[in-house]
């Protein structure tokens, strides 16, 4: 199997590099990547500095890094890399599952748990390859509406002169292509001021996004026929498009589209529009961060019924990350727990949601998690 799309579209291994200060450890990944025919390990590391010296001047496609060191843990060896080259893709080798919340939250492409399993790894690899694979002529502009809002050309976010440029740039992706009238654009983002001023605001915003764009020698059309404007959104990759698309159209969860399903979930990156006071985007995301926690369940509930609980838990942990309360991720994290034999995880996660419940609501859980607790 090859890997495409690093290297002008042609067909090449995956360039990894291993820092991990354990060398049997160094040694069993390095056999199985080799193994797998999809990688070349260009080079392998027991200190994470001479790592970075590597890799300041050395292209690398993903880093294996071990996240518990003694000179630099992995998480803070990952930032490091990804200023080195922000287009690396990180996988973090761990022994401990509780460090797989840092590792989302850092936007790691995937976690491994000691002992790696041939099979797991073989996940890994073929998520690298889906996300990784750019097309012949790839998008130069990426838009993260999950988490804080960003515009970013390669290595550079897209800065703007005021927040209201960021609002309406954000307001016009929030409909998805559609065209919105002016008039509407207008009562949402400048309610308080009259007809001619809030018009001049508008026209002076729009002035100001275009100029941020043109600055950056990026090209995103916005469009204006009879009174109306649209963003054209096949211009640009964007998180918060890819989802919805995945949404409207994504049927049940086997085992042909898992995968699909599970790229589609890595995109939550937190709270849509997080941290800014759009009022209007409120109903979305609510709607969204929904819409993202069916997701999870369906994607625990095709591990369970693979009895492969583990797997369900990881996904479920990730939910309680956004949504700690939630009644049905901790029920089903529990079950999945109980049903893998790990007896003391589902005990102390039953005892954190309990405590939560009762700080936060002044409720009990319900007798159905005793139930599962036996």
Not at 72 to 91: F, P, S, T, Y
Not at 108 to 129: F, G, H, N, Q, S
Request: include cysteine.
């Amino acid at each position: 199997m090859h890997f495409y799309g690093f290297v002008g579209g042609e067909p090449n291994l995956i360039r990894a590099i291993i820092v991990d200060d354990e060398q049997p450890s160094v040694v069993k990944l390095e056999k199985l990547l080799n193994e797998s025919g999809m990688v070349e390990v260009r080079n392998t590391f027991t200190e994470p500095l001479v790592a970075l010296d590597y890799v300041k001047n050395n292209q690398v496609d993903v880093a294996f890094l071990d996240i518990e060191m003694p000179d630099m843990d992995g998480i803070e060896l990952a930032n490091r890399v990804i200023d080195l080259q922000g287009r690396i893709a990180v996988v973090f080798i761990t022994a401990y599952n509780q460090y797989a919340v840092e590792a989302f939250r850092l936007n790691a492409l995937d976690y491994l748990m000691k002992p790696v399993t041939v099979e797991r790894l073989r996940e890994t690899l073929e998520r690298i390859v889906r996300e990784k694979t750019i097309p012949m002529n790839p998008v130069k502009v990426q838009i993260r509406c999950f988490g804080k809002f960003r515009v970013t050309t390669g290595y550079e976010e897209v800065k703007f002169r005021t927040e209201k440029a960021v609002e309406l740039l954000a307001f016009l992706i929030d409909r998805k292509g559609n065209f919105v009238n002016r008039n509407e654009i207008i009562d949402r983002l400048w309610e308080e001021y009259d007809g001619d001023r809030a018009l001049i605001y508008f026209n002076t915003t729009l002035h100001y996004i275009k100029k941020a764009l043109f600055q950056m020698e990026v090209t995103i059309p916005i469009k204006h026929d009879r009174g109306s404007y649209r963003i054209d959104t096949s211009g640009f990759w964007c998180d918060y498009c890819r989802f919805g698309e995945f949404i409207a159209k994504h049927g049940k969860v086997n085992q042909g589209n898992i995968l699909e399903y599970e790229e589609v979930a890595g995109l939550y990156g937190g709270d849509y529009l997080k941290g800014e006071d759009f009022y209007w985007a409120e109903h979305n995301r609510q709607m969204l961060k929904d819409q993202f926690i069916r997701l999870l369940l369906e994607i625990a509930g095709y591990y369970k019924n693979d009895e492969n609980y583990p797997k369900a838990a990881e996904w479920l942990r990730l939910g309680l990350i956004h949504e700690s309360l939630h009644r049905e991720l901790n029920y089903q994290l529990i079950e999945a727990l109980v049903r893998g034999n790990d007896l003391n995880s589902a005990n102390r996660y039953y005892k954190i949601y309990q405590n939560e419940i009762k700080r936060k609501l002044r409720q009990e859980p319900d007798e159905s998690f005793m139930k599962l607790l036996g």
